[in-house]
């Protein structure tokens, strides 16, 4: 009698652990969207390969994007990423709208000041013709 008893409690017990451990794994499942990231997309993309690794600029093969806001208007900046320019290619087939938009808004903002010794200048004029 005392025997059954506490045979029929541990059956509950064991049921009732169960039951828990299911609900906690099925609450488990869910994924939040990823928002794109304009800086990740520059070097997703390729950009920092002419661009340099921090949009810096590099010798010779693209101008520093860091004060890109100052000087350009998001108009152009999404026109030369979709068209390209004399030595960029053009990005509109290789991007979304969505990842174009994203580093229209990301460059718009870089308003660094350049450096004293920047040679982004002489680079770019430089390069005319
Ligand atoms: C093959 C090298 C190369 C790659 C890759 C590249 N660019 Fe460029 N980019 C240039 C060059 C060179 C210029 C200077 C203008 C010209 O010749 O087109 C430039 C100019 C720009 C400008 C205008 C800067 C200004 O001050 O007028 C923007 C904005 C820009 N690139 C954004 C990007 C983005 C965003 C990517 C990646 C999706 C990218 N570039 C990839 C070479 C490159």
Same mark, same amino acid.
């Given at each position: 009698?005392?025997?059954r008893?506490?045979?029929t409690?541990?059956?509950c017990?064991?049921l009732f652990?169960?039951?828990?451990?299911?609900?906690?794994?099925?609450?488990e499942?869910?994924?939040?969207?990823q928002?794109l990231?304009g800086a990740?997309?520059?070097?997703?993309?390729g950009?920092?390969?002419c661009?340099?690794?921090?949009l810096?600029?590099?010798e010779g093969?693209a101008?520093?994007?860091r $004060?890109?806001? &100052?000087?350009? +208007?998001?108009?152009?900046?999404?026109g #030369?990423?979709?068209?390209?320019g004399q030595?960029m =290619?053009?990005? $509109?087939?290789? &991007?979304t709208? +969505?990842?174009i938009?994203?580093?229209? #808004?990301y460059l718009?903002?870089m308003?660094?000041? =350049?450096?004293?010794?920047?040679t982004?200048?002489k680079?770019?004029?430089?390069?005319?013709?």
């Open positions: 009698m005392y025997r008893l506490s045979l409690g541990l059956r017990i064991v652990g169960l039951t828990v451990a299911c609900g906690v794994q099925a609450q499942q869910q994924q939040p969207a928002p990231d990740a997309l520059t070097k997703q993309k950009c920092v390969y661009h340099g690794e921090h810096e600029g590099t093969k101008p520093s994007l $004060g890109v806001g &100052l000087r350009r +208007d998001k108009t152009f900046i999404e #030369q990423i979709r068209n390209g030595s =290619p053009p990005f $509109g087939e290789a &991007l709208n +969505d990842e938009q994203t580093l229209v #808004q718009s903002q308003k660094e000041a =350049p450096a004293k010794t920047n982004d200048a680079q770019r004029s430089g390069k005319k013709h």
